[in-house]
């Protein structure tokens, strides 16, 4: 067992893990984290996506033990006083979901896409989701989501938003 | 008392999701989320071999590892006398394998569970499963259908003397629907014979397969991922002898099906036998490995078409003869996925005689069973491929020949050459809109500049004008196809106190919108706010009758169920109302949630009135104290979805790269109750449709092991893999329910793939290719116009076929993960 020490969507816990194992499990298991999934065992599904210091990352390809001292979000973690980030907003009235199952994964990705590039055109973001499979959807609606989202986010319209408003991967 | 604002037009609303507000933020209910106090894990030892002897299994290591509560054989569970249940006995002499949920003494397909392993933790379990030791004698795996059924072919159930499951005949002339298609073929001018193969599909729902079975109370309560919470709890108790009243099963969030959640799976069975055993809560997960692997597949046909036609493109017969894989089982409803196709071949045109005749074979793979659109997809994609290839032959433009065949709108309701009676559609409104979105005359114009230039890139137009058979089922036509149930649907409504409605109902909804599309249609049935209903759903115990979610059934069966229990509500409130307002109830109409006296601004809401029934201080004599109401649905056919699906495809003849640059679709769908969720259905039915076109393929080596056993090797495409679409409908209400609803689950699905493969084709055809097997992966393409090229120098006059090669990103035609 190793101790680490994590803050995980604003709370700090500190744990002994198992070397072996992996970030999604320890977030589902030891921290009841349920709202990241598993949705494949050769990360190839991106479900599991969350954000490690601000930067998404597929939690079945990071062992627990190595997020010790860092900063986790989980889908769990971005509201903000009671206030969707404006992705999640934009995959609601897009209609980006159907089983919801890769959603959470989807949304942590597309934050991250958009912190590398805040006016993507659509294949940008086509691309920036290839490691995120969607069963559902067909992805259109996924994409017209983060483009409404970019737009959304972008500085003008949110100086107009209240600013308690969780930005994004920036 | 809620506010009662009136409630009107919710019914074509594009409103936003209900469900989305949990599934956003992470709030979710997935089975595997699920913890109990005491909960025990189990994971599944599975067979690495296709068919082989088990002639040891050692459990001793396991056993003696930290946290391992116990390894379990069929025997050690007595699940060796179990067989799962099959519920569709095509024909009187079926030949149905007896289907232990863990192989007693032989294995048949790579993946069957061989034995259990029970531990405190998921990780303990996971590596007691490497600990035990199994030993095989291998035999021969069973692999192809045709050398299945040739004589001194091994057989994968000895015991059966065959690998034919069943042959299933439906002939026009013998059932009176038409003529005899061999007169018709002996008759023709054109004769048009072509094999296509469907090739093996996974279902690839996003969530993994998950059962927690917690045998501590005095019901047992089972929670799965399934699509079928109701047939799964009768098919527990007929098939384990658990007493029917004393199982719950619960479908919590349920991450996708696609038919690939339609059924009573071995795990499931095997997780319930432990949980007694062990007398604790019992929880198994499966890996997607083991998803791609060991839960059902889908499609895999050989499709033998023969059409007979005049040279003026009318269509005179139609033949069809398949092979379908059963693989080793028979699942729950295996052996009619084909059957479904039955009654689709002939799709809609205008077929005077018709033939179908398939063979179920078994093979040592993964058993098959319903994947979206079961039956249909095949059917369709056949008659399509077939549409143009009989154009070909006759140098036809492709859409003109199928207008001159397909029943025109004025020509319903019309009875179909299969049987079937389409009650509407309108296929020259869809075709037309669809020709105008996509510009069909400007692309083919484009299309003849590159043929002309010679362009290395080539442009192919492909079509796909389909219909399909939705809202399974009438319970008279499952009982005349001898399906073991019939196919009606439940719903019931309560009247709160407070005038907010629960709106309980019999299908299980795993991604499809049904908490919105419900509250749609019953606020606007009851005239109360959209916000004020509330839909429950996929638990036995709050939702005691139901037959599930599947088949494009949930809308035009359980939707309608929930319309006439709301009528039910209706009258009952008008009663009430009548006797509060001291009238007639002759004298009251209802409009927006409000009883009015007729002339007169006098009225009760029903909010109102639901209250006044609840105090039931002064009520009409003789009556209950409950608006409460509800309906049992059969519908009396099935509904009749159509469209005209258009794709551009640019091939690339130096590669064999395809790219859809354009795809059109017209769906007609009946009346939409949320034109939101419709398009969404359609897109990502799209998705699939169009995965089975270019990247998907279920692959087996030549010793039976599946290759395409991770979600590497399966390519489910990304959205990089992915055109945009542009949908667009026509409405044409269906007469067979109140709503005028058809469905739309599987629309897309259907449609798309022969619109693909048309369009690879047709880009390449000029150069002498006839055929490309799906998936048209750019190494099939690129055979294909390669060996058209070398048979156009060396003779001709000889076209050719491509070979069988590989999926996306394969080298090796013969190799891994093709």
Request: proline share 5%; glycine share 10%.
């Amino acid at each position: 067992m190793t101790r680490i020490s994590v803050m995980v969507d604003g709370v700090s816990y500190v744990d002994d893990v198992e070397p072996r194992t992996l970030l999604v499990h320890y977030l589902r298991e030891r921290l009841g984290k349920t709202g990241t999934v598993v949705g494949c065992d050769t990360s190839n599904c991106g479900a599991c996506t969350v954000h490690l210091d601000g930067r998404s990352v597929k939690s079945c390809s990071v062992f627990a033990v190595q997020v010790d001292g860092s900063e986790i979000t989980t889908i769990e973690g971005l509201i903000r006083d009671g206030n969707l980030h404006p992705m999640q907003q934009a995959f609601h009235d897009n209609h980006a979901l159907q089983c919801g199952y890769c959603t959470p994964g989807m949304i942590m990705q597309a934050i991250d896409l958009l912190g590398d590039d805040p006016n993507p055109d659509e294949q940008t973001v086509r691309e920036g989701l290839e490691g995120n499979l969607c069963r559902c959807t067909g992805y259109q609606n996924i994409v017209r989501a983060v483009l409404d989202a970019a737009e959304k986010m972008k500085p003008a319209v949110r100086a107009q938003q209240p600013s308690t408003v969780a930005g994004g991967g920036n | 008392m809620t506010a009662t604002q009136p409630v009107t037009g919710e019914l074509g609303k594009a409103r936003r999701r209900k469900e989305d507000a949990r599934l956003i933020t992470g709030r979710t209910r997935w089975t595997d989320n699920i913890t109990l106090p005491g909960m025990l894990h189990m994971a599944v030892v599975r067979s690495p071999l296709a068919h082989a002897k088990i002639t040891a299994i050692n459990t001793d290591a396991a056993r003696e590892l930290p946290g391992v509560l116990g390894v379990f054989t069929a025997t050690d569970l007595g699940a060796d006398s179990i067989s799962l249940p099959c519920a569709w006995q095509i024909t009187p002499d079926m030949k149905s394998p007896k289907a232990p949920p863990l192989a007693v003494d032989t294995v048949h397909f790579a993946g069957e569970g061989v034995a259990v392993v029970v531990a405190r933790d998921a990780a303990s379990a996971a590596d007691a499963v490497s600990a035990v030791e199994v030993d095989y004698d291998e035999l021969p795996p069973v692999l192809d259908m045709e050398a299945a059924l040739a004589d001194g072919a091994t057989l994968v159930h000895p015991d059966l003397g065959t690998n034919r499951n069943a042959l299933w005949v439906f002939d026009s002339a013998e059932a009176g629907s038409g003529g005899d298609v061999e007169q018709a073929i002996r008759d023709a001018e054109v004769v048009v014979k072509r094999r296509f193969h469907q090739q093996r599909l996974i279902p690839a729902f996003m969530e993994p397969r998950s059962v927690v079975v917690d045998p501590t109370g005095e019901q047992l309560t089972m929670w799965s991922a399934t699509q079928v919470p109701h047939i799964l709890k009768t098919m527990a108790s007929l098939t384990l002898g658990v007493p029917e009243h004393k199982v719950r099963v619960i479908a919590p969030d349920v991450g996708g099906g696609f038919g690939g959640k339609l059924q009573v799976t071995p795990e499931e069975t095997v997780t319930l036998l432990v949980a007694r055993r062990m007398g604790k809560p019992v929880k198994w997960t499966e890996t997607r490995s083991e998803s791609l692997l060991a839960a059902h597949h889908g499609r895999d046909q050989i499709q033998d078409l023969t059409v007979a036609a005049r040279r003026d493109g009318t269509v005179t017969g139609l033949k069809v003869e398949l092979l379908a894989d059963m693989g080793a089982y028979l699942r729950l409803v295996t052996p009619g996925i084909p059957i479904l196709g039955a009654f689709m071949f002939n799709s809609i045109y205008k077929f005077p005689a018709y033939r179908f005749a398939c063979t179920n074979v078994f093979t040592t793979k993964t058993p098959t069973d319903a994947y979206r659109g079961a039956g249909r997809p095949e059917a369709t994609f056949a008659i399509e491929r077939m549409m143009d290839e009989l154009a070909v032959e006759l140098g036809m433009e492709p859409l003109e020949l199928r207008q001159r065949n397909w029943i025109t709108h004025e020509e319903f309701p019309f009875a179909t050459v299969a049987g079937l009676t389409y009650d509407s559609g309108n296929y020259e409104a869809a075709t037309a809109k669809a020709k105008e979105l996509f510009d069909y005359g400007g692309l083919r114009a484009e299309q003849r500049r590159r043929r002309e230039a010679g362009d290395p890139v080539q442009l192919g137009i492909g079509i796909s004008t389909y219909t399909e058979m939705c809202g399974l089922a009438p319970s008279r036509v499952l009982g005349a196809l001898s399906y073991g149930a019939g196919g009606w649907e439940h719903a019931s409504i309560r009247m709160l106190a407070t005038g907010t409605v629960e709106v309980v109902t019999g299908v299980s909804p795993h991604g499809q919108g049904h908490e919105t599309a419900w509250s749609q249609i019953i606020a606007d049935k009851l005239g109360v706010p959209f916000e004020d209903v509330e839909v429950l759903h996929g638990d036995t115990q709050l939702s005691p009758k139901g037959m599930d979610t599947y088949g494009s059934r949930s809308l035009a069966v359980g939707g309608i169920a929930a319309v006439r229990a709301a009528d039910k509500v209706i009258e009952k409130a008008r009663k009430v109302a009548a006797h509060m307002l001291e009238c007639s109830e002759a004298d009251l109409e209802f409009a927006q949630g409000k009883f009015t006296i007729k002339g007169t601004d006098r009225g009760k809401t029903i909010q109102e009135v639901a209250f006044t029934t609840f105090a039931a201080h002064d009520l009409p004599e003789g009556m209950e104290p409950s608006l409460d109401s509800e309906a049992t649905f059969d519908p009396e056919n099935f509904s009749f979805p159509h469209g005209t699906h258009l794709c551009a495809a640019e091939v690339d003849t130096e590669t064999g790269w395809v790219t859809i640059t354009r795809y059109v679709c017209v769906d007609d769908v009946g009346t939409v109750v949320n034109p939101l969720i419709v398009e969404g259905q359609i897109q990502g039915g799209l998705a699939q449709g169009i995965a089975q076109a270019l990247f998907e393929e279920a692959t087996y080596d030549e010793g039976g092991t599946l290759t395409t056993g991770t979600l590497a090797d399966y390519l489910v495409p990304s959205a990089a893999d992915l055109p945009h679409f542009t949908t667009d409908r026509t409405e044409t209400p269906a007469t067979t329910n109140p709503l005028g609803v058809k469905g739309v689950g599987e629309a897309g699905t259907i449609a798309s793939t022969p619109a693909v493969v048309n369009a690879v084709l047709d880009a390449v055809r000029h150069l002498g290719v006839t055929d490309i097997d799906m998936p048209c992966s750019p190494q099939r393409v690129w055979r294909a116009v390669q060996s058209a090229r070398g048979a156009a120098k060396s003779t001709s006059d000889h076209t050719t076929e491509a070979a069988a090669g590989g999926g996306l990103g394969s080298i090796d035609a013969q190799g891994g993960a093709r």
